[in-house]
Protein backbone atom coordinates (compact mmCIF):
# COMPACT_ATOMS: atom_id res chain seq x y z
CA UNK A 1 0.00 0.00 0.00
CA UNK A 2 1.25 3.56 -1.06
CA UNK A 3 -0.48 4.90 2.33
CA UNK A 4 2.59 3.29 4.20
CA UNK A 5 4.96 4.76 1.79
CA UNK A 6 3.62 7.88 2.36
CA UNK A 7 4.04 8.00 6.19
CA UNK A 8 7.94 6.08 6.19
CA UNK A 9 8.90 9.33 3.87
CA UNK A 10 7.18 11.57 6.19
CA UNK A 11 9.25 10.06 8.92
CA UNK A 12 12.48 10.21 7.49
CA UNK A 13 12.25 12.56 4.08
CA UNK A 14 15.94 10.95 3.07
CA UNK A 15 14.13 7.90 2.16
CA UNK A 16 12.84 9.94 -1.11
CA UNK A 17 16.11 10.23 -2.30
CA UNK A 18 15.97 6.65 -3.57
CA UNK A 19 12.81 6.13 -4.65
CA UNK A 20 12.26 4.43 -8.32
CA UNK A 21 9.95 5.78 -10.72
CA UNK A 22 7.37 3.78 -10.00
CA UNK A 23 7.30 4.73 -6.27
CA UNK A 24 7.86 8.36 -6.91
CA UNK A 25 4.60 7.95 -8.48
CA UNK A 26 2.67 6.12 -5.76
CA UNK A 27 4.08 8.47 -3.21
CA UNK A 28 2.66 11.25 -5.16
CA UNK A 29 -1.14 9.93 -5.55
CA UNK A 30 -1.16 9.22 -1.98
CA UNK A 31 -0.17 12.36 -0.69
CA UNK A 32 -2.66 14.11 -3.29
CA UNK A 33 -5.63 11.24 -2.16
CA UNK A 34 -4.21 12.44 1.70
CA UNK A 35 -4.14 16.19 1.22
CA UNK A 36 -0.35 15.51 2.27
CA UNK A 37 1.10 17.16 -0.68
CA UNK A 38 1.81 20.48 0.77
CA UNK A 39 2.92 18.78 3.99
CA UNK A 40 5.35 16.35 2.02
CA UNK A 41 6.49 18.77 0.04
CA UNK A 42 8.09 20.65 3.06
CA UNK A 43 8.78 18.08 4.47
CA UNK A 44 11.16 17.31 1.33
CA UNK A 45 12.35 21.14 0.38
CA UNK A 46 15.83 21.08 -0.07
CA UNK A 47 16.39 17.18 -0.92
CA UNK A 48 18.29 15.59 -4.15
CA UNK A 49 14.85 14.28 -5.81
CA UNK A 50 14.16 14.08 -9.50
CA UNK A 51 13.11 17.09 -11.74
CA UNK A 52 10.02 15.75 -12.40
CA UNK A 53 8.85 15.27 -8.83
CA UNK A 54 10.73 18.16 -7.91
CA UNK A 55 8.57 19.92 -9.80
CA UNK A 56 5.23 18.65 -8.16
CA UNK A 57 6.63 19.07 -5.12
CA UNK A 58 7.02 22.91 -5.56
CA UNK A 59 3.63 23.07 -6.85
CA UNK A 60 2.40 21.95 -3.70
CA UNK A 61 4.16 24.20 -1.51
CA UNK A 62 3.12 27.06 -3.46
CA UNK A 63 -0.30 25.78 -3.62
CA UNK A 64 -0.58 25.18 0.10
CA UNK A 65 1.07 29.26 0.37
CA UNK A 66 -2.23 30.41 -1.58
CA UNK A 67 -4.00 28.05 0.79
CA UNK A 68 -2.58 29.88 3.80
CA UNK A 69 -3.43 33.15 2.41
CA UNK A 70 -7.38 32.21 1.25
CA UNK A 71 -8.02 30.64 4.54
CA UNK A 72 -6.51 33.60 6.49
CA UNK A 73 -8.56 36.07 4.99
CA UNK A 74 -11.41 34.21 5.07
CA UNK A 75 -11.19 34.11 8.75
CA UNK A 76 -10.35 38.05 8.56
CA UNK A 77 -13.65 38.48 6.69
CA UNK A 78 -15.52 36.48 9.67
CA UNK A 79 -14.44 38.12 11.97
CA UNK A 80 -15.13 41.75 10.37
CA UNK A 81 -18.46 40.74 9.61
CA UNK A 82 -19.12 39.30 13.41
CA UNK A 83 -16.83 41.52 15.14
CA UNK A 84 -20.71 43.84 16.15
CA UNK A 85 -21.60 40.90 18.09
CA UNK A 86 -18.94 41.47 20.62
CA UNK A 87 -17.89 37.79 21.07
CA UNK A 88 -15.16 35.35 20.63
CA UNK A 89 -14.74 34.14 17.61
CA UNK A 90 -12.17 31.04 17.86
CA UNK A 91 -10.46 29.73 14.36
CA UNK A 92 -10.11 25.84 14.63
CA UNK A 93 -8.25 23.29 12.94
CA UNK A 94 -6.46 24.26 10.03
CA UNK A 95 -6.94 27.69 9.98
CA UNK A 96 -5.96 27.75 13.62
CA UNK A 97 -2.67 26.27 12.78
CA UNK A 98 -1.43 28.77 10.47
CA UNK A 99 -2.59 31.38 11.73
CA UNK A 100 -0.99 30.74 15.02
CA UNK A 101 2.13 29.45 12.92
CA UNK A 102 2.30 25.90 14.29
CA UNK A 103 4.31 22.79 12.85
CA UNK A 104 1.03 21.47 11.85
CA UNK A 105 0.30 24.52 9.57
CA UNK A 106 3.65 23.70 7.63
CA UNK A 107 2.24 23.04 3.98
CA UNK A 108 -1.44 21.56 5.43
CA UNK A 109 -4.47 22.35 2.81
CA UNK A 110 -7.14 23.79 4.19
CA UNK A 111 -10.60 23.40 2.94
CA UNK A 112 -13.25 24.95 4.99
CA UNK A 113 -12.76 27.55 7.57
CA UNK A 114 -14.40 26.47 11.13
CA UNK A 115 -14.89 28.32 13.90
CA UNK A 116 -16.34 28.15 16.98
CA UNK A 117 -18.87 30.40 18.97
CA UNK A 118 -20.78 30.56 22.53
CA UNK A 119 -24.16 28.19 22.05
CA UNK A 120 -26.13 31.09 22.91
CA UNK A 121 -24.62 33.48 20.18
CA UNK A 122 -25.33 30.86 17.45
CA UNK A 123 -28.72 32.75 16.58
CA UNK A 124 -27.25 36.26 16.08
CA UNK A 125 -24.27 34.50 14.09
CA UNK A 126 -26.01 32.97 11.66
CA UNK A 127 -28.31 36.30 11.23
CA UNK A 128 -24.80 38.38 10.99
CA UNK A 129 -23.37 35.71 8.46
CA UNK A 130 -26.62 35.50 5.62
CA UNK A 131 -26.60 39.33 6.10
CA UNK A 132 -22.56 39.51 5.05
CA UNK A 133 -23.17 37.27 2.11
CA UNK A 134 -22.95 33.39 3.43
CA UNK A 135 -25.73 31.15 2.27
CA UNK A 136 -27.04 27.52 3.04
CA UNK A 137 -25.22 24.48 1.17
CA UNK A 138 -27.91 22.18 2.27
CA UNK A 139 -31.42 23.41 1.70
CA UNK A 140 -32.92 19.85 2.60
CA UNK A 141 -35.36 20.27 5.30
CA UNK A 142 -34.41 17.10 6.91
CA UNK A 143 -30.66 17.82 6.71
CA UNK A 144 -31.17 20.85 8.25
CA UNK A 145 -33.45 20.27 10.56
CA UNK A 146 -30.88 17.22 11.98
CA UNK A 147 -27.96 20.01 12.15
CA UNK A 148 -30.20 21.87 14.28
CA UNK A 149 -31.32 19.72 16.47
CA UNK A 150 -28.30 17.33 16.61
CA UNK A 151 -25.21 18.38 15.50
CA UNK A 152 -21.99 20.12 17.07
CA UNK A 153 -22.60 22.63 14.08
CA UNK A 154 -24.36 24.79 11.89
CA UNK A 155 -25.78 23.48 8.73
CA UNK A 156 -22.61 24.57 6.09
CA UNK A 157 -22.43 27.70 4.86
CA UNK A 158 -20.52 29.13 1.10
CA UNK A 159 -19.74 32.86 0.49
CA UNK A 160 -21.81 33.73 -2.81
CA UNK A 161 -18.59 35.76 -4.38
CA UNK A 162 -15.78 34.25 -2.52
CA UNK A 163 -17.22 30.40 -3.22
CA UNK A 164 -15.45 29.97 0.06
CA UNK A 165 -16.88 27.57 2.89
CA UNK A 166 -17.77 28.04 6.98
CA UNK A 167 -18.45 25.69 9.31
CA UNK A 168 -19.71 27.30 12.66
CA UNK A 169 -19.42 25.25 15.85
CA UNK A 170 -20.88 25.50 19.20
CA UNK A 171 -18.79 22.17 20.62
CA UNK A 172 -16.83 19.96 18.75
CA UNK A 173 -18.68 16.22 18.80
CA UNK A 174 -22.25 16.13 17.67
CA UNK A 175 -24.82 16.14 20.70
CA UNK A 176 -25.57 12.65 20.71
CA UNK A 177 -21.96 11.30 20.93
CA UNK A 178 -20.95 9.81 23.96
CA UNK A 179 -17.85 11.85 25.45
CA UNK A 180 -19.83 15.37 26.13
CA UNK A 181 -17.11 17.71 25.69
CA UNK A 182 -16.84 21.42 28.00
CA UNK A 183 -17.50 23.61 24.72
CA UNK A 184 -18.21 26.01 27.58
CA UNK A 185 -14.44 25.72 28.62
CA UNK A 186 -12.73 25.55 25.63
CA UNK A 187 -13.87 29.46 25.04
CA UNK A 188 -13.51 30.77 28.16
CA UNK A 189 -9.83 28.84 27.85
CA UNK A 190 -9.10 30.16 24.36
CA UNK A 191 -5.75 32.29 23.47
CA UNK A 192 -5.70 35.23 21.51
CA UNK A 193 -4.20 36.12 18.18
CA UNK A 194 -2.60 39.89 17.23
CA UNK A 195 -5.62 41.04 15.25
CA UNK A 196 -8.04 39.64 17.74
CA UNK A 197 -8.95 36.08 16.03
CA UNK A 198 -8.65 33.55 19.03
CA UNK A 199 -7.40 29.68 18.74
CA UNK A 200 -8.10 27.04 21.21
CA UNK A 201 -5.51 26.55 23.48
CA UNK A 202 -2.69 23.74 23.15
CA UNK A 203 -4.45 20.99 25.17
CA UNK A 204 -8.11 21.87 23.77
CA UNK A 205 -6.59 21.65 20.33
CA UNK A 206 -4.76 18.16 20.54
CA UNK A 207 -8.67 17.13 22.18
CA UNK A 208 -9.93 18.68 19.15
CA UNK A 209 -7.73 16.69 17.02
CA UNK A 210 -8.23 13.83 18.20
CA UNK A 211 -12.03 14.06 18.43
CA UNK A 212 -12.51 15.03 15.31
CA UNK A 213 -10.27 11.54 14.01
CA UNK A 214 -11.08 9.22 16.40
CA UNK A 215 -14.66 10.24 18.35
CA UNK A 216 -16.60 11.11 15.25
CA UNK A 217 -14.86 10.46 11.78
CA UNK A 218 -14.86 7.61 9.61
CA UNK A 219 -11.18 8.15 9.32
CA UNK A 220 -11.26 9.42 5.73
CA UNK A 221 -8.26 11.34 5.47
CA UNK A 222 -6.50 9.74 8.80
CA UNK A 223 -3.23 10.05 7.90
CA UNK A 224 -3.50 14.17 7.44
CA UNK A 225 -5.55 14.12 10.73
CA UNK A 226 -2.89 12.00 12.74
CA UNK A 227 0.27 14.06 11.24
CA UNK A 228 -1.78 17.10 12.88
CA UNK A 229 -1.91 15.29 16.31
CA UNK A 230 1.85 14.51 16.19
CA UNK A 231 2.84 17.74 15.44
CA UNK A 232 0.12 19.25 17.86
CA UNK A 233 1.38 16.55 20.85
CA UNK A 234 4.91 17.84 19.94
CA UNK A 235 3.59 21.21 21.58
CA UNK A 236 2.90 20.45 24.50
CA UNK A 237 4.94 20.93 27.38
CA UNK A 238 2.69 19.87 30.25
CA UNK A 239 1.81 15.97 29.16
CA UNK A 240 -0.45 15.77 32.45
CA UNK A 241 -2.14 18.98 31.93
CA UNK A 242 -2.96 17.37 28.34
CA UNK A 243 -4.65 14.61 30.29
CA UNK A 244 -6.18 16.45 33.09
CA UNK A 245 -7.97 18.30 30.26
CA UNK A 246 -9.09 14.94 28.17
CA UNK A 247 -10.35 13.70 31.40
CA UNK A 248 -12.63 17.04 31.79
CA UNK A 249 -13.81 16.06 27.68
CA UNK A 250 -14.30 12.94 28.24
CA UNK A 251 -11.67 12.11 26.15
CA UNK A 252 -8.90 10.15 27.84
CA UNK A 253 -9.04 7.23 26.13
CA UNK A 254 -9.02 8.33 22.64
CA UNK A 255 -5.97 10.82 23.55
CA UNK A 256 -4.70 7.56 24.62
CA UNK A 257 -4.91 5.50 21.41
CA UNK A 258 -4.31 8.56 19.61
CA UNK A 259 -0.51 8.76 20.67
CA UNK A 260 -0.45 5.09 20.12
CA UNK A 261 -1.35 5.60 16.74
CA UNK A 262 1.10 8.54 16.05
CA UNK A 263 4.45 7.03 17.61
CA UNK A 264 3.03 3.77 15.51
CA UNK A 265 3.06 5.86 12.19
CA UNK A 266 4.96 8.82 12.34
CA UNK A 267 7.34 8.09 15.37
CA UNK A 268 9.43 5.72 17.01
CA UNK A 269 7.17 3.07 16.36
CA UNK A 270 7.74 1.90 20.19
CA UNK A 271 3.86 1.57 21.04
CA UNK A 272 2.50 -1.50 21.45
CA UNK A 273 -0.16 -1.57 19.91
CA UNK A 274 -3.61 -4.12 20.41
CA UNK A 275 -5.26 -5.86 17.53
CA UNK A 276 -7.76 -3.24 17.24
CA UNK A 277 -5.05 -0.69 17.12
CA UNK A 278 -3.33 -2.47 14.16
CA UNK A 279 -6.66 -2.53 12.79
CA UNK A 280 -6.75 1.41 12.93
CA UNK A 281 -3.13 1.09 11.08
CA UNK A 282 -4.18 -0.61 8.73
CA UNK A 283 -7.61 1.62 8.00
CA UNK A 284 -5.18 4.50 8.02
CA UNK A 285 -2.46 3.17 5.49
CA UNK A 286 -4.95 1.56 2.77
CA UNK A 287 -4.28 4.07 0.21
CA UNK A 288 -3.15 2.03 -3.11
CA UNK A 289 -0.66 3.17 -5.97
CA UNK A 290 -3.30 5.39 -7.65
CA UNK A 291 -4.47 7.04 -4.56
CA UNK A 292 -7.68 4.94 -4.01
CA UNK A 293 -8.67 3.30 -0.95
CA UNK A 294 -7.68 -0.21 -1.00
CA UNK A 295 -9.91 -1.77 1.49
CA UNK A 296 -13.19 -0.77 0.66
CA UNK A 297 -14.76 -2.88 3.49
CA UNK A 298 -12.96 -1.77 5.99
CA UNK A 299 -13.56 1.79 5.00
CA UNK A 300 -16.99 0.50 5.24
CA UNK A 301 -16.88 -0.82 8.55
CA UNK A 302 -15.41 2.52 9.57
CA UNK A 303 -18.03 4.46 8.09
CA UNK A 304 -20.89 2.38 10.24
CA UNK A 305 -18.50 2.63 13.58
CA UNK A 306 -18.62 6.70 12.64
CA UNK A 307 -22.65 6.95 12.95
CA UNK A 308 -22.29 4.40 15.49
CA UNK A 309 -19.96 6.84 17.67
CA UNK A 310 -22.41 9.36 16.78
CA UNK A 311 -25.79 8.32 17.58
CA UNK A 312 -27.46 5.25 19.76
CA UNK A 313 -28.52 2.63 17.22
CA UNK A 314 -31.78 3.10 16.85
CA UNK A 315 -31.59 6.92 15.90
CA UNK A 316 -28.72 5.61 13.34
CA UNK A 317 -30.85 3.47 11.71
CA UNK A 318 -33.69 5.32 11.38
CA UNK A 319 -31.61 8.15 9.79
CA UNK A 320 -29.52 6.03 7.71
CA UNK A 321 -33.08 4.56 6.30
CA UNK A 322 -33.84 8.28 5.52
CA UNK A 323 -30.77 9.26 3.82
CA UNK A 324 -30.83 5.75 1.69
CA UNK A 325 -34.36 6.83 0.20
CA UNK A 326 -32.85 9.81 -0.77
CA UNK A 327 -30.33 8.49 -2.87
CA UNK A 328 -27.15 9.20 0.00
CA UNK A 329 -24.57 6.24 -0.68
CA UNK A 330 -21.75 5.83 1.54
CA UNK A 331 -18.58 6.42 -1.26
Not at 125 to 130: D, G, I, P, S, Y
Amino acid sequence: MSGRLLVDVLRDPARATVLSGGLWNALIAAARAERLIGTLAVRLDGLDVPPAAARVLADGRAEAEREKRHALWEADRAMQALGPLGMPVIAMKGTAYVAAGLTAGEGRFIGDLDIMVPHDALDDVETVLLAAGWEWVKPDPYDDAYYRQWMHELPPMIHRERDRMIDVHHTILPLTARPKPDATGMIADSVALPGGLRVLSAEDRVCHAVAHMLADGDLGGGLRNLWDIKCLLNDIEDCSALFRRADRHGLTAHLTRAERLADAVYGTRTARLSMVDRVFVARLTATDGWGRDGRKLLGLAFYVRSHLLRMPLTMLLRHLWTKWRKGHRPV
